[in-house]
């Protein structure tokens, strides 16, 4: 039996188990608990063309004009045409989405579809809904959770297993594979302000590129306009589903911020950003108002217990107070269509992978349909792959040096000012040299405790998406340069 080793417990890696686990010795590795993904988080839906007057090829177009024709063609078909098959079996397995009264799947709309075409489950709960469902079809396969993924073993340029450590008694172990699938996620904690899990540390992509695989795209960061924001911190995501039923972004005086932009609160995601923090930088706050949606509370119960939580009087004022903050990444581990990296016998799927299919923008709720299409697609390779031979080398470790590194809170507001929502030629090329001060490049990941070896990652994906910003002079997308003034603090 071949043995997979699948770095990462969201929708991806999940559900690339139930692919495999009857043909394979499967192993799942996950830093924390299996609760503890971005797929657990999302709230928007996933996006799918089945109802009967719309098609693969409106949700390609929407794909498409969403990316800025960034995108790969051939991805976007493939993930338009694959898409709707697999949730129809896992409809047919028991997968229960939102219906309508009369049992119609319920199909909702977000920003730049064309069409209604958003399922949902349990109301702004869905990716939990859905991840949690594919978790209780995993029947026979390894977990080790609390155990993050530290190093890639490459044998003669083959992928041939993956360093392990536990986090519980900080056991170093290594995992020898047929093949490795990194379904990491992204890095949305280099950012102060994040939807993302706190687990989320650009793991994936930083073991990845230390072993030389391409990367590809890492210009193209996507933030969303509403997080709960309170104090300048960041309590989750306030889903688009709200705006795309009819609330409104507004400053402290009810002025409606996005009044004269064309789609006006529904514009485009890196639009609507940006003219939130050009409206926050004059000094105005940001709120959403909910005044428009009378069920507010029924139709939204996750977004809901989340204000609760933080004592948010939104049932009175009809407001809730948000900012905008790193949500995705658009780029990562270049792979082709079956998710094959450049490195043979290693994969990457979902976030983590870069296959194309968003382009320049990732279109809302295309994600946790490419987790199903690209783990999909991994499975149909990784049932032809050869069985890999693997040679026991001795690898003595090399002495480290001493970590000069930032703190996680200098470098994400570093990253903030000048890899965020609005970039400048002269602020990439200070925070690059602001980087190069640290050694993050030289340590070796195994010696490393937990916190310096999540900045270590997030440093060398930092690095990357600078790198990558300042080879795409022009604005694409979600990358979008002006020329201004430095903004780097001193280091
Ligand atoms: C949202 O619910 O606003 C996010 C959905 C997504 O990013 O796909």
Redesign the pocket.
């Known amino acids: 039996m071949r043995k997979v080793i699948i770095i990462g417990a969201g929708l991806a890696g999940c559900y690339l188990a139930t692919q495999l686990q009857n043909t394979c010795d499967v192993t799942i590795v996950t830093k924390k608990s299996i609760q503890d993904s971005n797929s657990m988080l999302?709230?928007?839906?996933i996006a799918a063309s089945l109802d009967p007057g719309d098609s693969p090829a409106q949700h390609a177009a929407d794909t498409l004009a969403a990316g800025q024709y960034h995108n790969k063609p051939a991805a976007v078909n493939q993930l338009v045409a694959t898409g709707p098959k697999l949730i129809q079996h896992l409809i047919q397995d028991g997968m229960a989405f939102d219906r309508q009264s009369n049992g119609q799947l319920d199909f909702g709309l977000?920003g730049a579809h064309s069409h209604h075409r958003i399922l949902h489950a349990n109301g702004d709960r869905t990716g939990a809904a859905l991840t949690s469902f594919v978790q209780g079809e995993i029947h026979q396969v390894h977990w080790k959770p609390y155990s993050t993924a530290i190093d890639l073993q490459v044998q003669d340029n083959v992928c041939v297993g993956v360093i392990i450590r536990n986090d519980k008694n900080q056991a170093l172990e290594t995992l020898t594979s047929d093949a490795v699938v990194l379904a990491t996620g992204g890095l949305g904690n280099l950012f102060p302000l994040t939807t993302n899990n706190q687990t989320i540390t650009g793991d994936g992509i930083a073991i990845a590129a230390r072993a030389g695989a391409a990367i590809s795209d890492m210009a193209f960061v996507q933030f969303?306009p509403t997080l709960l924001s309170l104090h300048g911190k960041c309590y989750g995501?306030i889903?688009?589903?709200i705006r795309g039923s009819g609330a409104i972004l507004v400053d402290e005086n009810n002025h409606r911020i996005m009044a004269n932009v064309p789609k006006k609160d529904l514009a485009p995601r890196d639009v609507v950003a940006r003219h939130l923090k050009a409206w926050q930088e004059q000094g105005h706050q940001l709120f959403l108002d909910i005044s428009a949606i009378l069920d507010f509370t029924t139709r939204f119960p996750g977004v809901t217990e989340n204000l609760d939580n933080h004592h948010v009087p939104f049932r009175t004022t009809h407001r809730i107070p948000i900012q905008p903050g790193a949500?995705?990444v658009m780029g990562g581990i270049t792979t082709d269509l079956s998710a094959q990296t450049s490195i043979p016998h290693l994969f990457a799927i979902g976030e983590v992978a870069c296959n194309g299919v968003h382009g320049a923008n990732?279109l809302?709720?295309?994600?946790l349909l490419d987790c199903l299409v690209s783990a999909k697609k991994a499975a149909e390779a990784i049932q032809k792959i050869d069985a890999v031979t693997i040679i026991p080398q001795d690898t003595p470790a090399a002495p480290q040096p001493k970590p000069l590194l930032p703190s996680l809170t200098d470098l994400q507001q570093n990253a903030w000012q000048n890899l965020g929502v609005v970039r400048t030629k002269a602020g990439l090329t200070a925070f690059q040299n602001w980087l190069s001060q640290f050694n993050y490049q030289e340590l070796q990941p195994s010696q490393l405790n937990a916190t310096d070896l999540a900045i270590t990652n997030l440093c060398l994906c930092a690095s990357l998406i600078d790198k990558a910003a300042l080879a795409e002079p022009k604005s694409l997308g979600a990358h979008y340069i002006q020329e201004t003034t430095v903004k780097t603090q001193a280091g």
């Open positions: 999302a709230q928007g839906g977000e969303h995501l889903t688009e589903a949500h995705f990732r809302a709720s295309n994600s």
